[in-house]
């Protein structure tokens, strides 16, 4: 799209800047309640080079990958290469421990528990088992038990590409009007009330879009970077000085080994579940017990199954599903090719996905526990700017991102304890690194979910959104983004996000 042509709409009640994981789900709520949605995009129909330019950012902390390859600028934002994987934060993580300064949120859990359930059905996982319990009872299999560990499943969104998975909306509803290469580079505002978002295309074109009132969705490095612009001299929603801090992502590394003492004991408990048509991965959580008693982080693993077999099976899998999934233009012909050269190796995938419902392990695989932690709620890892511009004329995300020695910590606390816990079914060898902080710190990836940096606060001098999300100081400006968590624990954040979007819905739309 060249221009911006005028809009044939009525005025929006509500304009979404930002059309990913939170914008739709939130459009979509919206639209049930009779309303009137702005949506403006900065990206196009699908990922370009140009698009993803303003997202290139100056890193001065530890390497940190997914500020790059982890979030994408495009009609369905980060879900047309996201993993879908859904889960909800546990109780402990909206309570204030005494141990973990700058924890808890300023709701419990329970506030959030009617948006969980909507979210589910909104993410396409409406008929799927959702008590841990019943997935093992229909499968004919006992439910682990470990003293010091709780296992627990994720689930897998079946089309996680949300641009298809609301595609109905996005294209075909009378009261949506969407805008793509609209890039929102600044407000116009009157003191606390936002009239305008003004937008510029990547070709220069700027246009102001006006509404009642305004949600930012932007993703969440990206909401930090929006509302730390300069040209906005004066920042009523940053008099706490939160603007950009204690930046958190979960870390994910490789802590340990497992030897399984019984092979098949160790593949029912851990392989990845597939039934009627929904994925469950088998995890295990630190108790809140051992927690509050260890002082730790909230702290999970994974068994990840590693080797070269394992690689081209990931890889085939990947292909497979393009195919399936109709996407198959994405498909490479190296790809195409893998798939007819490893026939056999698909066949074997296929028959235990099918008859077994499970996943393929390739034998001799090395198993790893793979560890996800939360990070200190009052991390000193932070978002400022560049002094560099993008190619929308905007400063660039500065990056600073740490791993501290408590989380450090926290994760050997995990391994000992997976050592007792797990000890009559595998022999936990703990990563050699481990003691050495610096070393193992070196160990310690992002894993692409970019929390904090706007904390939401009852009071404007401990946060920078109010319960509701609204912009401190502001009448009309709202954010719906991963950047309002206080704190993170470990779970993938966006199935709460989309609860925190359809409980905006909710809010912007009184019955
Ligand atoms: C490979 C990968 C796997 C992942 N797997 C999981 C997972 O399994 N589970 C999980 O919970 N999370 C996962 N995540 C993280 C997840 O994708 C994000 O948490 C989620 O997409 C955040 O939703 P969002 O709406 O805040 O941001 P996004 O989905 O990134 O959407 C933000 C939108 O805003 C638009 N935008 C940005 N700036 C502007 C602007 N100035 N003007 C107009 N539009 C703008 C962007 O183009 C984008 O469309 C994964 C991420 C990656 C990269």
Not at 68 to 83: D, P
Not at 242 to 256: C, E, M, N, T, V
């Amino acid at each position: 799209m060249q221009g911006l042509p005028e809009s044939t709409m009525q005025p929006a009640d509500v304009c979404i800047v930002g059309a990913g994981a939170a914008g739709i789900v939130l459009a979509v709520e919206l639209v049930r309640q009779g309303k009137r949605v702005l949506m403006l995009e900065g990206g196009g129909p699908g990922i370009e080079d140009a698009s993803q330019e303003p997202y290139r950012s100056e890193i001065t902390g530890l390497p940190h990958n997914g500020v790059h390859i982890g979030r994408f600028r495009a009609k369905g934002g980060t879900t047309t290469r996201w993993g879908g994987q859904i889960l909800e934060l546990d109780d402990a993580d909206f309570t204030a421990r005494e141990w973990v300064p700058g924890s808890g949120w300023p709701f419990p859990k329970q506030e959030l528990a009617p948006y969980y359930a909507r979210a589910i059905a909104l993410e396409g996982l409406a008929r799927a088992t959702l008590s841990d319990e019943a997935v093992w009872r229909e499968l004919n299999l006992q439910s682990p038990f470990f003293t010091e560990l709780e296992p627990f499943f994720s689930r897998w969104c079946p089309e996680p590409d949300f641009s298809r998975l609301h595609r109905n909306l996005l294209e075909n509803s009378s009261q949506v009007d969407l805008w793509l290469h609209a890039n929102a580079i600044a407000l116009v505002r009157e003191g606390p009330k936002i009239l305008g978002v003004k937008t510029r295309t990547l070709s220069g074109i700027e246009t102001i879009f006006r509404a009642d009132r305004f949600v930012f969705a932007l993703g969440g490095i990206e909401s930090c970077r929006f509302f730390l612009q300069p040209e906005e001299a004066e920042k009523p929603w940053n008099r706490s000085g939160l603007l950009g801090r204690h930046f958190q992502d979960h870390i994910i590394a490789p802590a340990a080994t497992l030897e399984p003492l019984n092979a098949a004991t160790f593949h029912n408990i851990f392989d990845n579940i597939f039934h009627r048509g929904f994925k469950y991965q088998p995890k295990l959580r630190l108790s809140p017990s051992v927690q509050a008693q260890q002082r730790t982080l909230n702290v999970a693993a994974m068994i990840l199954y590693k080797g070269d077999t394992e690689a081209i099976a990931g890889q085939l899998k990947i292909t497979a599903r393009k195919l399936l999934g109709g996407k198959w233009r994405q498909a490479s012909s190296s790809e195409l090719f893998a798939l007819l050269r490893h026939s056999p190796l698909l066949a074997r995938q296929i028959y235990r996905y099918s008859v077994k419902h499970r996943a393929y392990v390739a034998p001799r695989s090395r198993i790893e526990l793979g560890v996800h932690t939360e990070q200190d709620p009052l991390s000193r890892s932070s978002i400022t700017l560049s002094e560099t511009r993008d190619s929308l004329g905007m400063l660039r995300t500065r990056l600073d991102w740490h791993v501290s020695n408590n989380e450090i910590d926290s994760i050997r606390a995990f391994v000992k304890v997976a050592q007792r816990s797990l000890s009559s079914i595998a022999r936990v060898v703990p990563d050699p690194d481990l003691d050495s902080y610096d070393r193992f710190r070196l160990k310690c990836g992002d894993n692409y979910h970019h929390m904090g940096g706007m904390r939401v606060s009852s009071s404007p001098s401990d946060g920078v959104v109010d319960l509701n999300l609204r912009l401190h100081g502001m009448e009309n400006g709202y954010v719906c983004s991963a950047a309002v968590y206080p704190n993170s624990g470990f779970s993938n954040p966006t199935h709460t996000l989309l609860a925190l979007a359809v409980r905006l819905a909710d809010h912007l739309s009184p019955i």
